[in-house]
């Protein structure tokens, strides 16, 4: 027997040690009792849930998972962080975004934790004329400043730098990005047109004389915002980076100089770990093509908070879908980081969205201590192993892209947007079945809520890749409930005939109430059939009163008037019941076809 140190902690050393296979067999005598024969590997994978990518996530990780050595922070793979000390001197960069012409709205962010500033110039957002009004009072030499331009990045690019000599402000102090991303208008717009000279020639002017300026940006939103997925994200932005790098090293600029002009900018989701590891596996990977190159392999990150999963129902979620994304930026090692307020979705963000986005990051830093370990993920067997999977997932993707001939030719052969599509049509049919939940939208929706106006934001570029939202289905059936309210005064009705006791019905008669008041359909239980203003009803109860009551129940809400009757439940054979809603029916596809029954346009 193993003797251990006496520690003060070794209350169980007098057991043996648990086995995996002695786990396993727990397992599967559990999933015995609901129905399921499996044992050995088959139990563990029965648990197993599968993400995109063809990757799974297991129930249980141990030091058998291996994953190579991801080194340490600040040396090559890069993957636990691009800088030895991490986000431990003073936290990650608070980095907020303004589409308009607001000097108030930069200077309050700036007075108020916000480290530097993320300006949409030209397309989608304020004319490069404003910037200099928008940039009054700013301290130029303290507040970094990234440009996002579209195809007017060079003028936007001119007049930044015209303001840092007006003001003084010493070209070894500068910091920013002039935000130069072609191939990011070209996958928003469609718009291949765009000449890389302009570009290099900033490249070049930034490696000479603004060492602390960054002239490109890898944005890799536009293809998380078209439905990709964390490995299609990755991989294009590999694709895009090394067009740059060709472009650049083409035009004149050494290796080194070209890498040091790249940031990369990546979409921070609720799903922590995979973002956590997306971030981990792209510097990896970017290490990866740097060795190739000959070049440094540290890579810049910015992160933002993910625009498809903010939903515009309900959108004070929103705030805590963006701390879960925010702390997973924040510990997959991002030196930026942009919360973009709860109401993005709806428009300009008022000045307490604004206030409670940049606060975010504050108390993550600032109260939760996030930044003061290096890599806190690290270790982990799951998080190792997941890092180890996209990235290899993400290589994939990126080889096929350079198959194709690169970004520029995949983007243009329509293989992108092809990838993507698919992608997103199999994660819409998950939302569809409520396989992937939006809470206050697919689940626990608040029919009775007061819709947050704002002003609108200015129309984003377009033409390109779509644009997908997590809601967008759900979204749809409830504007159609909204407009028979407006015209009605009414919202349309289904009738709940609770049979049996409270025990007997409860379970079903909350998934029946949440399922169509996921559509705008708003649920009646009191009372009887005739007075509750429906033309449709639902039985709710458990398999054993649907035995004894479903047929009569059916018969006697038909008689009544009832143009169709659910019974929430598997499918049966209960005579007169018309449709079956059950965990993991196409939801989206019930409600609609009801709406269309009701006459709700």
């Known amino acids: 027997m193993t003797v251990l140190p006496d520690d003060g902690l070794s209350l169980a050393a007098e057991f043996p040690d648990a086995t995996h296979e002695q786990w396993q067999r727990l397992v599967a005598g559990v999933l015995r009792k609901s129905g399921k024969e499996v044992s050995d590997d088959a139990a563990e994978d029965a648990l197993s849930t599968t993400l995109e990518d063809g990757l799974r996530a297991r129930p249980l990780y141990s030091a058998l998972d291996s994953a190579p050595d991801p080194g340490l922070p600040g040396f090559a793979p890069f993957t ?40 949409a110039v030209g397309a989608g957002g304020f004319p490069v004329s404003s910037l200099g009004p928008v940039l009054d009072g700013v301290y130029l030499d303290l507040a970094p400043v990234v440009l996002e331009a579209g195809r007017e990045v060079e003028p936007a690019a001119r007049e930044l730098l015209r303001l840092y000599e007006e003001r003084g402000v010493a070209r070894d102090v500068a910091r920013g990005n002039l935000g130069a991303d072609p191939l990011g208008h070209e996958a928003r717009t469609g718009d291949d047109g765009f000449d890389f000279a302009p570009v290099a020639a900033l490249a070049r002017l930034c490696a000479d004389e603004y060492p602390g300026l960054r002239a490109l940006t890898v944005d890799a939103l536009p293809y998380h915002e078209a439905g990709g997925s964390a490995a299609q994200e990755l991989g294009s932005s590999l694709a895009t980076g090394v067009a740059y790098l060709r472009e650049l090293t083409g035009a004149g600029l050494s290796v080194e100089q070209a890498a040091a002009q790249l940031e990369f900018r990546y979409a921070a989701t609720a799903d922590q770990f995979l973002t956590i590891a997306k971030l981990r596996a792209a510097r990896r990977l970017w290490a990866r093509v740097a060795e190739v190159c000959g070049a440094p392999g ?20 929103n705030m805590l879908r963006a701390t879960v994304a925010t702390l997973a930026a ?55 192993r997941l890092t180890d999977e996209l990235a290899h997932a993400g290589w994939e993707f990126f080889q096929r892209i350079e198959r194709e001939g690169g ?93 049996g006791p409270a025990a007997a019905h409860t379970a079903r008669l909350t998934f029946a109430s949440n399922l169509f008041q996921a559509g705008g359909i708003e649920p009646v239980t009191e009372g009887a059939f005739e007075d509750s203003g429906a033309t449709e009803a639902c039985l ?17 809400l038909k008689s009544a008037g009832a143009a169709q009757v ?14 079956y809603v059950f965990a993991g029916c196409d939801a989206v596809a019930v409600l609609s076809a009801t709406l269309d029954r009701m006459g709700v346009s």
């Open 80 to 119: 636990r962080g691009g800088r030895a000390e991490g986000n431990t001197l003073g936290g990650w960069d608070v980095r907020q975004r303004h589409t308009v012409a607001d000097n108030g709205a930069v200077l309050a962010d700036l007075e108020n934790g916000v480290a530097s500033l993320w300006l």
């Open 298 to 317: 540290g890579q810049v990150q910015h992160a933002v908070t993910s625009p498809v999963m903010m939903s515009r129902r309900d959108p004070w979620v």
């Open 330 to 384: 924040g510990v997959g090692g991002a030196e930026s980081v942009t919360v973009l307020p709860f109401d993005h979705a709806l428009g300009l963000p008022d000045a307490f969205a604004r206030r409670i986005a940049r606060n975010t990051s504050t108390i993550l830093v600032e109260e939760s201590h996030l930044a003061r370990v290096i890599d806190p993920a690290g270790g982990s067997w799951y998080v190792e």
């Open 407 to 499: 970004q520029a030719a995949a983007l243009r052969s329509g293989r992108v947007g092809e990838e993507l599509a698919a992608t997103w049509a199999a994660r819409s049919a998950k939302l569809a079945k409520r396989r992937e939940p939006v809470t206050g939208v697919s689940e626990f929706p608040h029919l009775a809520e007061r819709l947050v106006a704002r002003e609108p934001a200015p129309e984003p570029p377009s033409g390109g890749l779509p644009r997908v939202r997590r809601d967008e289905a759900y979204e749809n059936l409830r504007a159609r409930s909204d407009a028979h309210l407006a015209a009605t005064d009414t919202r349309p009705r289904i009738f709940l005939a609770a049979l």
């Open 540 to 556: 709710c109860s458990s398999d054993a009163l649907y035995e004894e009551q479903a047929a009569e129940v059916t018969a006697s």
């Open 566 to 579: 659910f019974l929430a439940g598997r499918p049966g054979q209960y005579s007169g019941v018309d449709a």
